[in-house]
């Protein structure tokens, strides 16, 4: 049984905890070399000091000098100096604020950076900085996503039903699969639209292509050898991932007849092939 005096101690020392403010620790910056070449990157305390303590070492040779004649004082002139000479981009996190200072046209591809950060994410705020000009550039961190964006008005609503359908015969599987472009024809559509049931035995069979940025199975929504110019054929195997909405032109298969006759059943292979 709780007695009078430490119900009444209990309750200021609850009111006592609502009272006082509640002061946020400001998020310490965490500081990140990008090598811009090889795209190696490591993490370094105070990007100033870590310069300073390291002129000696091979990846900083090209700012050596200039490193030895300068101070802590000096962070400013040590960044754009170590930037500009030697492949590097420095990348300032503090929490959901991303900065990276570069040279001129020297930025990283940022996008295996960013991933295996956690960083593709729309409600990341990136300022781009280039010590060159001072000229930033704010993005967000969506924007280092490997692939394409799918346009708004992209079916990928129809595309998952279909792919969670694959193993299914629908009624509707002789319609064309929207937007396709193989480069062939079947009966019964317009030359190169590939009907849903080629489409559903391609999704059977394939390997699946795996999305750069979620590392899940993406969609198949186009394959074949369609005109991409007035004198030439190309591949055009295209995915999409469900779930960061990214299209990817995938590695040209060279061989797409042999493609087909390993992933297309015989009675959905196409009739003809598009001169
Ligand atoms: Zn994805």
């Given at each position: 049984?709780?007695?009078?005096?430490?119900?009444?101690?209990?309750?200021?020392?609850?009111?006592?905890?609502?009272?006082?403010?509640?002061?946020?620790?400001?998020?310490?910056?965490?500081?990140?070399?990008?090598?811009?070449?090889?795209?190696?990157?490591?993490?370094?305390?105070?990007?100033?000091?870590?310069?300073?303590?390291?002129?000696?070492?091979?990846?900083?040779?090209?700012?050596?000098?200039?490193?030895?004649?300068?101070?802590?004082?000096?962070?400013?002139?040590?960044?754009?100096?170590?930037?500009?000479?030697?492949?590097?981009?420095?990348?300032?996190?503090?929490?959901?604020?991303?900065?990276?200072?570069?040279?001129?046209?020297?930025?990283?591809?940022?996008?295996?950076?960013?991933?295996?950060?956690?960083?593709?994410?729309?409600?990341?705020?990136?300022?781009?900085?280039?010590?060159?000009?001072?000229?930033?550039?704010?993005k967000t961190g969506d924007e280092f996503r490997?692939?394409?964006?799918?346009?708004?008005?992209?079916?990928?609503?129809?595309?998952?039903?279909?792919?969670?359908?694959?193993?299914?015969?629908?009624?509707?599987?002789?319609?064309?699969?929207?937007?396709?472009?193989?480069?062939?024809?079947?009966?019964?559509?317009?030359?190169?639209?590939?009907?849903?049931?080629?489409?559903?035995?391609?999704?059977?069979?394939?390997?699946?292509?795996?999305?750069?940025?979620?590392?899940?199975?993406?969609?198949?929504?186009?394959?074949?050898?369609?005109?991409?110019?007035?004198?030439?054929?190309?591949?055009?195997?295209?995915?999409?991932c469900p779930t960061c909405q990214r299209s990817?032109?995938?590695?040209?298969?060279?061989?797409?007849?042999?493609?087909?006759?390993?992933?297309?059943?015989?009675?959905?292979?196409?009739?003809?092939?598009?001169?």
């Amino acid at each position: 049984m709780i007695n009078r005096r430490e119900f009444l101690q209990s309750t200021s020392a609850i009111g006592v905890s609502c009272i006082l403010p509640q002061i946020p620790v400001p998020p310490a910056a965490n500081f990140q070399l990008i090598q811009t070449e090889t795209l190696t990157s490591w993490s370094v305390t105070d990007p100033v000091e870590w310069s300073l303590q390291n002129a000696d070492q091979p990846i900083l040779a090209r700012a050596a000098d200039r490193l030895g004649k300068l101070t802590k004082e000096d962070d400013q002139r040590i960044v754009r100096l170590v930037v500009r000479r030697c492949g590097l981009n420095l990348v300032e996190i503090k929490s959901n604020q991303v900065t990276v200072h570069y040279w001129s046209d020297q930025l990283a591809d940022l996008r295996p950076f960013f991933k295996s950060s956690g960083l593709a994410s729309p409600d990341v705020q990136v300022t781009l900085v280039n010590r060159k000009t001072e000229a930033t550039a704010h993005k967000t961190g969506d924007e280092f996503r490997f692939g394409k964006r799918v346009a708004q008005d992209f079916p990928m609503e129809q595309f998952t039903s279909k792919w969670l359908n694959r193993f299914l015969v629908k009624s509707d599987d002789h319609q064309a699969v929207p937007g396709s472009n193989s480069g062939f024809a079947w009966d019964g559509l317009e030359d190169g639209e590939i009907p849903w049931a080629a489409m559903k035995s391609a999704w059977r069979r394939m390997q699946p292509i795996i999305c750069l940025n979620c590392d899940q199975p993406n969609i198949l929504v186009n394959f074949g050898l369609p005109r991409v110019s007035f004198f030439r054929h190309a591949p055009r195997f295209i995915s999409v991932c469900p779930t960061c909405q990214r299209s990817f032109l995938d590695d040209p298969i060279t061989d797409v007849g042999g493609w087909m006759e390993a992933n297309l059943d015989e009675d959905v292979r196409p009739r003809f092939e598009i001169d």
